[in-house]
């Protein structure tokens, strides 16, 4: 009887425990939500800056409810779906606008055309590195910046330790760095082998900066099939369902190195949390089962830098194409990428476990 009495208050305990946890409406999983990218991620970062590689014009935003801002997609990007997963009631702020408080439910720091490397992405203009990111995320959580506009804004240790952290980093390396052999010497000087092995070292170094800023909880998303997408089949003169295999055989290199990389940092850092998701995995499979139509040509007219002619009109039926300019997917894509890393639904599609788990930890 005692026993049976003492399971009843266990469980009722429990039930509390997870109650409060984790359905208590308005309240996200995580107190905070952190982004470190490039333009799949980037909301806004690089529209006041000197570059080519920004997206704060018609028609992108078309589907997003502000219109334009600076995100790199008809509507919504993958990690904004995520953050309304997560339960959060606004988009995270980028770091260019973002003010005082606001910074207590996470920033924005990814910058369309960066990479890994500094130099990676430097012939489209200016850009954040993820480097400068850290940097960017080192003043934003110490409270002692200048900016008015970010003082007064301290966040405890504690809290940082249970945000997440969203990084989604090292596709400019290859499409804006080693493929681009007229702007950048890094395919004379390495290997495929060899530049992953550069990439991924100089990645743990950077994820161990974070890991000194307090963060716990990683996602870290793996690189794209970027031998697939419209500029890539256009600038190597190929026609129909084919890919670049030179690309994604050298990305698939970067994705097991990763993999690797996180177990090894699961191990050796152990009161923290790594995992990965797998975008190559999403939409791999069938695409045309989900309703996808077109492949190998984006939604809107571009130019010759892959991205959307200003003020020109895209496709209507934008909810048919994978690619929305030569380079990013649509928001429909996303939506399918996001659902999918914030729970799983295959054993390929995140490792060790998904977003939805990780937050629980
Ligand atoms: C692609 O195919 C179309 C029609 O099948 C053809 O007109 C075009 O020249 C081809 N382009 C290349 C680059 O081969
Ligand atoms: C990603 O997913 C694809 C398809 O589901 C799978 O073939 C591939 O092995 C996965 N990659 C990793 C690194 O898990």
Redesign the pocket.
């Known amino acids: 009887m005692a026993c049976e009495n003492l399971v009843f208050w266990v469980a009722i305990v429990l039930l509390g425990l997870v109650h409060n946890q984790s359905f208590v409406v308005g309240e996200p999983q995580v107190p905070c939500l952190f982004i470190f990218g490039d333009s799949l991620s980037d909301s806004g970062n690089n529209n006041n800056l000197l570059t080519s590689a920004k997206a704060n014009y018609q028609p992108y935003g078309i589907d997003f409810p502000n219109g334009p801002t600076g995100r790199f997609t008809n509507g919504r990007t993958g990690v904004d779906i995520i953050a309304e997963l997560l339960g959060f009631n606004n988009f995270i702020p980028p770091f260019a606008t973002v003010a005082g408080p606001d910074i207590l439910k996470g920033v924005n720091y990814a910058s369309g055309g960066s990479g890994i490397r500094d130099e990676t992405g430097q012939h489209l203009g200016a850009h954040i590195s993820f480097d400068l990111q850290l940097i960017n995320h080192k003043i934003v959580i110490s409270g002692i910046a200048n900016a008015k506009r970010l003082r007064k804004s301290y966040i405890a240790q504690e809290q940082l330790n249970k945000c997440l952290y969203y990084v989604g980093i090292g596709s400019n390396d290859y499409i804006n760095n080693y493929f681009l052999p007229e702007f950048y010497p890094t395919s004379r000087l390495f290997n495929p082998q060899q530049y992953a092995v550069v990439l991924i070292e100089q990645y743990n170094l950077q994820l161990r900066v974070l890991y000194q800023l307090g963060a716990r909880k990683f996602a870290l998303v ?1 690189l794209g099939l970027i031998g697939c997408t419209p500029n890539a089949l256009f600038s190597h003169k190929i026609n129909g369902t084919s890919c670049v295999q030179e690309m994604n055989t050298a990305v ?1 290199i970067f ?2 190195k990763l ?1 690797s990389l996180i177990d090894r940092l699961n191990q050796e850092l152990s009161d923290a949390k790594f995992i ?1 998701v ?1 975008t ?3 939409l ?2 069938n695409p045309a089962s989900a309703g996808f139509k077109v492949f190998s040509v984006g939604c809107c007219p571009v130019g010759k830098n892959g991205q959307c002619n200003p003020s020109q009109a895209p496709c209507q039926n934008r909810n048919e194409y994978l690619f929305w300019d030569s380079f990013h997917p649509t928001e429909a894509v996303n939506q399918i990428t996001a659902a999918r890393s914030y729970k799983a639904s ?1 054993p ?2 995140t ?1 060790p476990m998904d977003i939805s788990h990780l937050v629980q930890q």
């Open positions: 793996g698939v994705n097991d993999i990965y797998n190559t995995g999403l791999s499979g295959s390929f599609d490792y």
